[in-house]
């Protein structure tokens, strides 16, 4: 297969995996369902876990953790862990979801996360996420296309090819139809297939309906939520081809990165120190195998990062120019943003390396503070070295994100590689 036919192939895999993840829930639940497809086996956390064996997965509402056991395991044979976030920034409806205005029905929806809000102007939104039940389960649902935010017509506003100011509270809510028909609710339960009375929690999110495109000669990938179902997508397939030799591969896909990953399922809380920990006692870890293998790991954060934008070249680093399809890149901050180091830096461009992979580094233009990712955090959490890495994008954060199709395989590619324990010598 050519390296063309090879990116078009990720970016296929990788539009048919944003299709079916309109929220966090279902990008975890995808992830699972991948890795069923792929002989790993699902565990319940009220469970007992048996002796660890063979490769498996674990759920926590919109987050997963995936490994597999090397035929050569011990209970100091070092982790090599992949994380990536499963939300995305948008809308997410407030606990009465309903408005009327003027003959108008429409949603009343508190913003996620920091979304390009332009952006989501004038498309199809649809409702996603999960709802509890009376009788104590959760489920997920969503409705296709219900909901649009509509702009204000250039007649009303002159001026809005010279500046566009939304008011997040009165500007942005959606609307659902006319009249006194139904709400958000109904339409949940229509979608569902279930009594609107029988839902009484939900955490439910709006999603653009429009579906990824290639296209161009060396493809690009048209999407919304690359940011970050792109490293979620490029770990979960790199995990299922690992073949691991000396390290124990692991994935964790947390939630709520996007508003600061401080809950039961984002990386700020106990979610993976658990998993690992049940890991260890599987293999009968004592308290100073734990400690030795903790000090041999890696932790390689991936989330995506700046491409150099062709019409806003001064916004970024005069010398520092990560470009679409040249490859993944190394996430560098001095004020620990991410979490990469010079250590870090040897073990990406090594995996790069051996994986085939071109790689470049990414840093801010000092003028311009970058964000923060899972990486610092995981690092504070666990005190597991940690590298941020990524790959290139433009329109970050808006409704529609554009990436190169050959970054999103070389992130595989060297994720793969990174989970199988091909790091370089001293790592």
Excluded at 310 to 339: F, S, T
Aim: glycine fraction near 8%; charge should be negative; include cysteine.
């Amino acid at each position: 297969m050519s390296a063309a036919q090879r990116a078009k192939k990720a970016a296929e895999s990788l539009a048919s995996f944003v299709v079916a993840a309109p929220s966090s829930y279902h990008a975890a639940l995808e992830a699972a369902r991948r890795l069923d497809e792929a002989d790993f086996t699902e565990l319940q956390e009220r469970d007992p876990w048996t002796k660890a064996s063979g490769a498996n997965y674990v759920l926590r509402d919109g987050a997963i953790i995936a490994w597999r056991l090397p035929e050569d395991v011990t209970p100091t044979t070092p982790f090599a862990i992949a994380g990536a976030h499963t939300d995305s920034p948008g809308f997410k409806l407030k606990p009465a979801p309903d408005h009327e205005a003027h003959g108008w029905r429409q949603l009343n929806a508190e913003v996620y996360g920091g979304p390009l809000l332009n952006s989501w102007l004038d498309r199809e939104l649809e409702i996603a996420g999960r709802v509890a039940l009376a009788d104590g389960s959760t489920q997920l649902v969503r409705t296709g296309a219900v909901a649009r935010i509509p702009q204000l017509a250039i007649h009303l506003d002159r001026s809005v090819n010279d500046e566009l100011k939304l008011n997040k509270q009165q500007h942005l809510r959606p609307v659902i139809g006319l009249g006194n028909g139904k709400g958000a609710l109904d339409l949940v339960a229509d979608a569902a297939k279930i009594a609107r009375e029988d839902i009484v929690g939900w955490d439910l999110f709006l999603a653009d309906t429009q579906e990824p495109t290639i296209f161009g000669d060396a493809p690009l990938v048209s999407s919304g939520r690359l940011d970050n179902l792109v490293s979620v997508h490029a770990a979960v397939h790199a995990l299922i081809e690992t073949v691991p030799s000396g390290v124990i591969p692991v994935i964790v896909c947390f939630d709520h990165e996007e508003v600061g990953s401080a809950t039961r399922s984002g990386a700020g809380g106990p979610f993976l120190d658990e998993v690992l920990a049940r890991i260890r006692a599987g293999l009968g870890a004592t308290a100073e195998d734990i400690h030795r293998a903790a000090a041999a790991s890696w932790c390689v954060s991936s989330d995506v990062g700046h491409s150099v934008h062709p019409n806003y070249r001064e916004r970024h680093d005069d010398d520092c120019v990560p470009l679409a399809g040249n490859g993944p890149i190394l996430k560098i901050n001095a004020n620990q943003r991410y979490a990469s180091d010079a250590t870090g830096a040897a073990l990406w461009h090594g995996v790069c390396r051996n994986a085939g992979v071109q790689s470049q580094d990414f840093v801010s233009n000092n003028s311009m503070p970058c964000g923060s990712t899972i990486g610092p955090i995981t690092a504070t959490r666990l005190g597991i070295r940690t590298v941020d890495v990524g790959i290139p994008m433009l329109s970050m954060h808006s409704a529609r994100e554009l990436c190169a199709a050959s970054d999103v395989d070389g992130l595989e590619r060297a994720l793969a590689v990174f989970l199988a324990g091909g790091w370089p010598e001293h790592s």
